[in-house]
């Protein structure tokens, strides 16, 4: 049945691939709408799936006005999914073979200012605890260039202040982001003293909490960010991946190798990095 084969896949992902969380999350997401769109037209064995079917799919996906990026990517799940079948034997034909993703125009990436950075890191009130870990997310996402889900996995393991650096883990291949002499300074206030009043009593070696002593989630720490900005009066649509672009532009400008920052924002890819010296 459809619903096993993809759980299946999502475990191989998992267990030999050693793909990240959210990954997992997104091919299992599109590929379980896949199936219940197969299973109202009454298509309920991978093997039986044709090209028809599936274009079928991504017509009515487009009616239900999904962005062209949405749907490159169920397409580029469910190809993923028929090549593992595939390599498994589970099926001996291959309906994706002839799918054509949607053309994606991709927008330049929003990044701050050096004046709206600053602005935005000092928003948060250092006086109480909730503006002190504040303050360090804010700092240590826009100086090191971490991912948002990188950030709220780290635990207090990951940071070494004597030595000035954190180790990043991502899809299990580690790398080591030096942290500057502000970060550090702002990074040993919060974990000294206001992280062990955040915690609440419980036992975490998470190294941001929420205010019920839990680990942060993406979403509270998405409002952290839209607060902070609404206060800073910076107009722009702004995310927890600006902090990343506009580290990635704002190091260039300074005059980092591109290949060195490569490595910092653990890109597979040189022309990705690439894209922000494109933008200077």
Known sequence: ???????????????????????????????????????????????????????????????????????????????????????KHLVTDDPTEHLKSPKVTKKTPEILTADEAARLLAQPDRRTDKGVRDRAMLQLLYTTGLRVSELIHMTTGDVNLEMGYITCTDRGRKRVIPIDRGTRIILDEYMSSTRQRMLKGNDS????????????????????????????????????????????????EKGTDVHDLQVILGHADLTTTQMYARMM
């Open 205 to 252: 070696d998470a190294l941001f909490t929420n205010c019920s002593g839990k680990p942060m989630s993406r979403q509270g720490f998405w409002k952290v960010i839209k607060y902070y900005a609404a206060e800073a009066g910076i107009q722009k649509d702004i995310t927890p991946h600006t902090l990343r672009h506009s580290f990635a532009a704002h190091q260039l």
């Open 1 to 87: 049945m459809m619903i096993n084969a993809i759980q299946q896949f999502i475990s191989y992902l998992h267990n030999d691939r050693g793909t990240s969380y959210n990954t997992e999350v997104s091919y299992e997401r599109d590929l379980k709408q896949m199936a219940e769109y197969l299973s109202d037209a009454g298509v309920e064995n991978p093997e039986d799936v044709t090209e028809t079917n599936l274009n079928s799919y991504i017509l009515y996906l487009e009616r239900q006005d999904k962005s062209a990026a949405t749907i490159s990517r169920s397409i580029a799940s469910i190809r993923s999914f028929y090549h593992y079948l595939l390599r």
